[in-house]
């Protein structure tokens, strides 16, 4: 079969909400001409494969691509995020990015998009469906956004085994079960072993026939600190400026978390276990509440194997049987945590530079991208923020979060495109606050005061924590 030969400025791999933000900044910022290439069938990558009652757990005004609105600007009223900004569906996400594509993108005559089209390497590709070959030649850039290479409940394989006579299925899956049984096992204490709980729990199951595996506990973010109007300032500038305090005053490692939770910018789910894990997952206070009703927590480290009689574990058994649904929720969000420069050569690898937040990173690196020169200069302004695993990341993360602000607050244009750009919402929030009100100036003030001191003690536990 011939090769068609294609021309474009950025060869993209990947359609998923980091391609899309890339995507609309470099379209908004320069004239460039884009190849998409994607195994699926629609934008929004692995929200793509979501299971059915997912939503985002940070307000949807902080995502999607900077061009286009995704929140509807409402509150909740009802539920466990009652009186938080709205969180999109996966549904909504799904059909947003696909609006971005459909509406925008392609319209722009700019966008060449190839869904179905496994990328191969060397600027080469094909059609799953067709095996038609494709090759790209002379591109200014590849972007690479399958380097954090995402996992999902429905697409990864299980890393222990389950053997004969097992109900086991991924979180998914939930909303089909016809018959109580025996007891839920929701195996993964990360967000989508929570979302399992809270969907459980939310349908009325009784608490005491959940089973939660939680190989490790983790800190957890909470939502309140991360809304984006003026009304919550006190809690998310509030929070920011409790976290560099908090650290700036810590005596120990140990110290710095306690009173970062202590200052409310952390959660944990038991306050007797010392968490070990830290992925940025983010709750609401009623979502947490609801979880603590669960007591029948497992920690007794990794699932092993799980027989139709018992579930082995790094360090003990458990009691199980073949009327009780086993719940996959094991799955790592990202299995790739390894950080590398963000520009080289012609190459751009999407990594966040700011923490919990891989589109706005991935919107600031296209700003990036478009504006400055060298990869020498547009490496020094996008630091990688390393993605977080175990608590002693948080460190890393904020370290790095900590120096990126400070570099970029160097740079007026950088701050005016910090203001405009809405996937950065609390740039807006802080410019627009009076003199006059001297409670949110007080926050500033503390914020500015502790930023350095916290810069100082961050390098200090690095150094201890190699
Ligand atoms: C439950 C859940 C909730 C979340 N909530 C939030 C939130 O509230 N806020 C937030 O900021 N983030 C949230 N996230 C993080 C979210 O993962 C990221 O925001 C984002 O969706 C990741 O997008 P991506 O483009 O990096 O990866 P992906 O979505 O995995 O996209 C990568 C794409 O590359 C394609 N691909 C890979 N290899 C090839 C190849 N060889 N050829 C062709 N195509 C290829 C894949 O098909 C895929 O479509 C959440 C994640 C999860 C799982």
Not at 400 to 415: D, G, K, T, V
Request: charged residues 20%; aromatic residues 10%.
């Amino acid at each position: 079969m011939a090769t068609t030969q294609l021309e474009a400025d950025y060869l993209v791999i990947g359609a998923g909400a980091v391609a899309l933000a890339f995507v609309d900044v470099i379209l908004n910022e320069t004239n460039a001409s884009v190849i998409i290439v994607d195994r699926e069938h629609k934008p929004g990558g692995h929200w793509n494969h979501a299971y059915p009652f997912v939503t985002l757990h940070q307000p949807s005004a902080f995502y999607g691509v900077s061009s286009k609105e995704l929140s509807k600007g409402l509150k909740d009223e009802v539920g466990l995020n009652k009186g938080l900004n709205e969180l999109a569906s996966g549904a909504e996400i799904k059909a947003y990015f696909d609006d971005v594509m459909r509406e925008y993108f392609l319209p722009s005559g700019r966008v060449h998009y190839f869904p179905m089209c496994d990328y191969t390497g060397d600027g080469q590709f094909h059609n799953l469906l067709t095996g038609a070959q494709y090759s790209v030649t002379n591109y200014k850039k590849l972007v690479d956004t399958t380097y954090l290479k995402s996992a999902v409940p429905s697409t990864h394989t299980p890393n222990f085994t389950v053997h004969e006579g097992v109900k086991f299925m991924p979180l998914n899956n939930l909303p089909s079960v016809k018959h109580k049984p025996a007891g839920f096992v929701v195996i993964g204490g990360g967000k989508t072993g929570i979302d399992a709980c809270l969907w459980l729990l939310e349908h009325k199951v009784d608490p005491d026939d959940i089973t939660w595996i939680m190989p490790r506990d983790a800190w957890l973010l909470d939502r309140r600190n991360t809304q984006p109007s003026m009304e919550f300032f006190k809690y998310s500038l509030g929070a920011q400026a409790n976290q560099v305090e908090s650290i700036a005053r810590s005596t120990s490692i140990e110290d710095m978390f306690l009173r970062l939770e202590e200052t409310g910018v952390f959660l944990r789910i038991d306050q007797e276990v010392m968490p070990c894990m830290f992925h940025g997952a983010t709750i609401s206070q009623l979502e947490l509440a609801e979880l603590r009703r669960i007591k029948n927590v497992v920690r007794k480290g990794r699932v092993t194997d799980i027989f139709a009689d018992k579930i082995v574990l790094q360090e003990g058994e458990i009691q199980t049987s073949s009327e009780h649904i086993h719940v996959d929720c094991s799955a790592s969000a990202l299995t790739n945590l390894t950080i590398k420069p963000i520009f080289e050569d012609k190459l751009i690898t999407p990594q966040t530079v700011r923490s919990y937040q891989p589109v706005f990173s991935a919107a600031f690196i296209a700003h990036i991208e478009a504006t400055y020169p060298d990869n020498e200069t547009k490496n020094k302004l996008c630091q990688v923020v390393p993605l977080p695993n175990t608590d002693m990341d948080w460190i890393r993360l904020t370290a790095a979060f900590l120096m990126n602000q400070h570099i970029w607050s160097q740079y007026p244009e950088i701050r005016e495109w910090l203001l405009n750009n809405r996937l950065d919402g609390f740039s807006q929030l802080v410019k627009s606050v009076s003199q006059d009100d001297h409670e949110k100036m007080a926050i500033l003030m503390r914020m500015r005061e502790s930023a350095k001191p916290a810069m100082a003690k961050l390098q200090q536990y690095l150094a201890q924590i190699g």
